[in-house]
């Protein structure tokens, strides 16, 4: 199976990643390998099996709905690259 | 003396006695590490300044600490040095992941297994260097260089925290296994790792790229020192709905409480491993008759998609990473780079912020889970977890483990091997480890020790039973001569 320039494109876009041409080329080349690697698991008949994504098939886990102090302002804001006294600040969100 | 290699009970005494000093064991601990570093480039951080606060704290509590015996597995690891992997929250030191992008970020909480080793009086030497946002094994992609391994510096070591615990920079390593990571460093250098039952050691504060698969694991040099870790860090917490919310077992009484009577099953298609180095197939077969004259029941079974395992994982992680680390994006924490706009600003700060190596990770997730593959891929990888977990457990219904090579083959090297295999899709390191991620499954790599680099026996337990796997390390420790590697430092 080929993957299309579009569709890495259009995958690397998804994951806002700039991949440079020689990283579609190993990329490309990976996926040929994996796609080969993944023909055998084609053929599995799997359509009774139920899927899960735990292992343990866990699920609803709650705990009481108690309230706890929450990060303070200060430190949500320690880390940020460019904040003001109570905000992250990010570049325009609109193209020119 | 030597303490880094001396057992627990004899630092004990010593610092009792008064024979050895706060500011003596800090200087031997400092220098000690930062030879590590220099030979070896296991560590991210080393913050003498820590060490040392440690240990004025534990010469202060001493008495306390051994007279306590209401809380005993805590105050069981007081003394013991550890190393945390760079992807476990320390607010007291940096927590990058090995990644451009976290490269300045300090937590602000400390995750749950650091909270309790803290109140145990063991003493952290620092954080140690790994895989960015430790995704594989192969020595590639860490922002601070690869690990040299101490066997032979040619050869990657996995991960820091494997070459800490082989050099006595920390008695106790805890680095995350998704795939297999732990294990296959563990291999790569010659000591004891377990990787628990998921959901065994609270996952909180664990900066994961595969949340499904992923737990925190011990490295060691010996059995007994996994048992007293283990026992002072697992358990529920309240903050991670995946953690287990049973009673964690007495696991050094209950490991010495070996009648030996061991019945052993290996998958009968276990030779059909790419890259299966020759070596390793008469190891491995070593091994399993070594284990018939001790009495250990040996079969070969059937397990007809365990060989699909790693594949799985290796869709499963993917997706799970791409949705996992798209909050690094320059707003919140971490590097940020230019742009005219927000969207720009992303795709800038996450092209340059991370590896060549995850940028093709990720993207692959974000490919394999759009809608043309999504169904022939990833819902098939979800689907193919539950039957080879299902095999898995019924193999150990009728067994007490199952046992495996840990890799197919030891440490590769950097300038031939890597490129060419270790960035595969699927990785195939992980062989033979991803099952029990997949399964949620606990299993133990055992050092095997031979002329050239060390291999690795997996041993793989029932949900919840990690006495079973310490007692059959302890049998195995008995049965094999393990020869360390003597360090200058």
């Given at each position: 199976?080929?993957?299309?320039?579009?569709?890495?494109?259009?995958?690397?876009?998804?994951?806002?990643?700039?991949?440079?041409?020689?990283?579609?080329?190993?990329?490309?080349?990976?996926?040929?390998?994996?796609?080969?690697?993944?023909?055998?698991?084609?053929?599995?008949?799997?359509?009774?099996?139920?899927?899960?994504?735990?292992?343990?098939?866990?699920?609803?886990?709650?705990?009481?709905?108690?309230?706890?102090?929450?990060?303070?302002?200060?430190?949500?804001?320690?880390?940020?690259?460019?904040?003001?006294?109570?905000?992250?600040?990010?570049?325009?969100?609109?193209?020119? | 003396?030597?303490?880094?290699?001396?057992?627990?009970?004899?630092?004990?005494?010593?610092?009792?006695?008064?024979?050895?000093?706060?500011?003596?064991?800090?200087?031997?601990?400092?220098?000690?590490?930062?030879?590590?570093?220099?030979?070896?480039?296991?560590?991210?951080?080393?913050?003498?300044?820590?060490?040392?606060?440690?240990?004025?704290?534990?010469?202060?509590?001493?008495?306390?600490?051994?007279?306590?015996?209401?809380?005993?597995?805590?105050?069981?690891l007081?003394?013991f040095t550890y190393a945390l992997?760079?992807?476990?929250?320390?607010?007291?030191?940096?927590?990058?992941?090995?990644?451009?992008?976290?490269?300045?970020?300090?937590?602000?909480?400390?995750?749950?297994?650091?909270?309790?080793l803290?109140?145990s009086?063991a003493i952290i030497t620092?954080?140690?260097?790994?895989?960015?946002?430790?995704?594989?094994?192969?020595?590639?992609?860490?922002?601070?260089?690869?690990?040299?391994?101490?066997?032979?510096?040619?050869?990657?070591?996995?991960?820091?925290a494997?070459?800490a615990a082989?050099?006595?920079?920390a008695n106790i390593s805890f680095a995350?296994?998704?795939?297999?990571?732990?294990?296959?460093?563990?291999?790569?250098?010659?000591v004891f790792a377990l990787?628990?039952?998921?959901?065994?050691?609270?996952?909180?504060?664990?900066?994961?790229?595969?949340?499904?698969?992923?737990?925190?694991g011990l490295m060691a040099r010996n059995?007994?020192d996994l048992?007293t870790a283990l026992?002072a860090v697992?358990?529920?917490?309240?903050?991670?709905?995946?953690?287990?919310?049973?009673?964690?077992?007495?696991?050094?009484?209950?490991?010495?409480?070996?009648?030996?009577?061991?019945?052993?099953?290996?998958?009968?298609?276990?030779?059909?491993?790419?890259?299966?180095?020759?070596?390793?197939?008469?190891?491995?077969?070593?091994?399993?008759?070594?284990?018939?004259?001790?009495?250990?029941?040996?079969?070969?079974?059937?397990?007809?998609?365990?060989?699909?395992?790693?594949?799985?994982?290796?869709?499963?992680?993917?997706?799970?990473?791409?949705?996992?680390?798209?909050?690094?994006?320059?707003?919140?924490?971490?590097?940020?780079?230019?742009?005219?706009?927000?969207?720009?600003?992303?795709?800038?700060?996450?092209?340059?912020?991370?590896?060549?190596?995850?940028?093709?990770?990720?993207?692959?997730?974000?490919?394999?889970?759009?809608?043309?593959?999504?169904?022939?891929?990833?819902?098939?990888?979800?689907?193919?977890?539950?039957?080879?977990?299902?095999?898995?457990?019924?193999?150990?219904?009728?067994?007490?483990?199952?046992?495996?090579?840990?890799?197919?083959?030891?440490?590769?090297?950097?300038?031939?091997?890597?490129?060419?295999?270790?960035?595969?899709?699927?990785?195939?390191?992980?062989?033979?480890?991803?099952?029990?991620?997949?399964?949620?499954?606990?299993?133990?790599?055992?050092?095997?020790?031979?002329?050239?680099?060390?291999?690795?026996?997996?041993?793989?337990?029932?949900?919840?039973?990690?006495?079973?796997?310490?007692?059959?390390?302890?049998?195995?420790?008995?049965?094999?001569?393990?020869?360390?590697?003597?360090?200058?430092?």
């Amino acid at each position: 199976m080929q993957v299309s320039s579009e569709e890495l494109k259009n995958a690397s876009w998804d994951a806002r990643i700039e991949l440079t041409q020689q990283e579609e080329k190993e990329l490309q080349e990976q996926l040929h390998n994996f796609f080969m690697l993944s023909q055998a698991m084609q053929n599995i008949d799997l359509n009774e099996v139920e899927a899960f994504s735990d292992a343990h098939k866990n699920q609803n886990i709650l705990r009481k709905d108690i309230v706890e102090p929450s990060l303070p302002l200060k430190q949500a804001l320690e880390n940020a690259p460019d904040t003001d006294t109570s905000s992250f600040h990010v570049p325009r969100i609109i193209e020119e | 003396m030597n303490y880094l290699f001396s057992s627990i009970q004899q630092l004990k005494e010593k610092i009792r006695n008064k024979s050895l000093s706060p500011q003596e064991l800090s200087d031997r601990l400092t220098s000690r590490c930062n030879s590590v570093q220099e030979k070896y480039n296991a560590f991210i951080s080393i913050d003498p300044d820590v060490i040392s606060k440690e240990i004025a704290v534990l010469f202060e509590n001493i008495e306390d600490i051994l007279h306590k015996t209401d809380n005993l597995p805590l105050t069981g690891l007081a003394g013991f040095t550890y190393a945390l992997g760079d992807n476990i929250a320390t607010n007291c030191y940096a927590t990058t992941c090995a990644s451009k992008m976290l490269s300045s970020y300090s937590p602000p909480f400390d995750a749950h297994v650091f909270s309790k080793l803290k109140e145990s009086s063991a003493i952290i030497t620092g954080k140690t260097n790994m895989e960015e946002f430790g995704i594989g094994c192969s020595g590639n992609s860490s922002f601070f260089k690869g690990v040299k391994n101490p066997w032979n510096t040619k050869h990657t070591a996995g991960s820091g925290a494997a070459a800490a615990a082989l050099t006595g920079a920390a008695n106790i390593s805890f680095a995350s296994d998704a795939r297999g990571e732990l294990r296959q460093a563990a291999s790569y250098c010659g000591v004891f790792a377990l990787k628990p039952t998921y959901g065994r050691i609270s996952r909180r504060g664990l900066l994961d790229y595969a949340s499904s698969l992923e737990t925190i694991g011990l490295m060691a040099r010996n059995t007994l020192d996994l048992a007293t870790a283990l026992a002072a860090v697992a358990g529920n917490d309240p903050h991670d709905v995946t953690a287990l919310r049973s009673e964690v077992p007495d696991y050094i009484s209950l490991i010495k409480e070996n009648d030996g009577s061991l019945q052993v099953a290996v998958p009968e298609n276990w030779q059909d491993a790419p890259h299966l180095e020759d070596e390793m197939k008469d190891i491995f077969q070593d091994q399993l008759k070594k284990l018939k004259t001790t009495g250990v029941k040996v079969d070969f079974i059937r397990l007809p998609h365990f060989q699909y395992s790693s594949l799985a994982a290796t869709i499963i992680s993917a997706v799970e990473a791409f949705s996992n680390l798209a909050n690094y994006d320059g707003v919140r924490f971490g590097y940020r780079s230019k742009g005219k706009h927000l969207q720009e600003m992303y795709t800038q700060t996450r092209s340059e912020g991370f590896s060549s190596k995850l940028k093709k990770f990720l993207t692959f997730g974000a490919l394999i889970s759009s809608p043309k593959y999504y169904n022939d891929y990833f819902l098939k990888a979800q689907k193919l977890r539950i039957v080879i977990s299902d095999e898995l457990n019924n193999c150990l219904q009728k067994y007490d483990l199952l046992l495996t090579p840990t890799t197919p083959f030891k440490a590769p090297e950097f300038e031939r091997d890597i490129n060419q295999r270790q960035e595969g899709l699927p990785d195939p390191a992980g062989y033979y480890t991803a099952a029990t991620n997949l399964a949620g499954l606990p299993s133990l790599s055992f050092p095997l020790h031979t002329n050239g680099l060390p291999y690795g026996l997996q041993l793989i337990g029932k949900k919840e039973d990690e006495v079973t796997l310490l007692r059959a390390a302890l049998l195995l420790e008995k049965e094999n001569t393990l020869a360390w590697p003597k360090f200058d430092f």
